[in-house]
């Protein structure tokens, strides 16, 4: 069953879509966020679309002999139930701690992903069956990919709750953004003040890296100074 409210409207989804996640860190600075981009939740190939998505939490802790075990995957409690607990549309975020001897998921767990029409695959961890995963055509962020199972170094422990990923704490129904920078965070209270700041700073970079390409030199343009604000502006009205 699907969980419409973490469905994000068409008009949100377009509007981010057009803002880098290098903008959205600068505009989330602004609001005094420093800590939003996910270390080492790296694009696993050049070229994935930049993606837009509620946040569905997966959370693992360190593997304990008696819980991390292959009988594990039948559990209710499980990779598996949560995969098919998983809305359309969502960017699956999963807490590994950084743990990248243990492959969080494979290609068989991916393609249902992917069936399920999940947005993207984002972890701090690593995957395994590399080749398979990349067959399945789920875009995926993560650390690389190793042989081992996941209960090789990991237990599953739940989904949709908060989690840390990549030293980010991310809450249900926050907001990622993922392109080939990496993936950064929104959290769900800001999104609106994103959605009216960000495409405006994306729009005044543009503007000023423009000028560079025409010669300008920096100081008074980047940071801007009243007379190129003045500028600026004007250009938005011709």
């Known amino acids: 069953m699907s969980d419409t409210s973490l469905d994000l409207p068409r008009d949100v989804i377009e509007t981010l879509q057009g803002v880098t996640t290098a903008t959205l860190t600068t505009v989330l600075l ?16 050049p070229g994935q679309p930049r993606i837009v998505g509620r946040a569905f939490t997966l959370r693992f802790v360190p593997a304990r002999e008696d819980l991390a075990t292959p009988e594990s995957w039948s559990k209710p409690i499980s990779t598996r139930g949560a995969i098919e607990a998983m809305p359309e549309g969502v ?6 701690m950084g743990i990248t001897d243990a492959g969080i998921f494979g290609d068989i ?4 992903m992917k069936k399920r ?33 996941s209960v090789a170094g990991l237990t599953f422990v739940n989904w949709q709750e908060p989690i ?14 993922v392109d ?6 929104i959290p769900a209270a800001l999104l609106d003040h994103v959605l ?15 000028e560079v390409t025409r010669g300008a030199p920096l100081p008074g343009l980047y940071p801007m100074n009243e007379a190129t604000k003045a500028r600026y502006e004007a250009s938005k009205k011709g």
């Open 117 to 149: 029409n999940v947005a993207a695959l984002v972890t701090d961890g690593v995957v395994r069956d590399l080749a398979g995963v990349l067959s399945t055509g789920l875009p995926v962020w993560c650390g690389g990919a190793a042989a081992p199972p």
């Open 196 to 210: 009216a700041t960000a495409p405006e700073q994306e729009r005044m970079e543009g503007w000023i890296m423009e």
């Open 109 to 112: 767990l991916c393609a249902r």
């Open 164 to 177: 840390g990923c990549g030293g980010v704490a991310v809450f249900p129904n926050d907001v990622v953004v």
């Open 91 to 96: 960017v699956v975020v999963v807490d590994a």
């Open 180 to 185: 080939q920078d990496g993936a950064v965070l």
């Open 30 to 45: 602004k609001k005094g966020l420093r800590n939003v981009w996910m270390r080492g939740a790296r694009p696993l190939q």
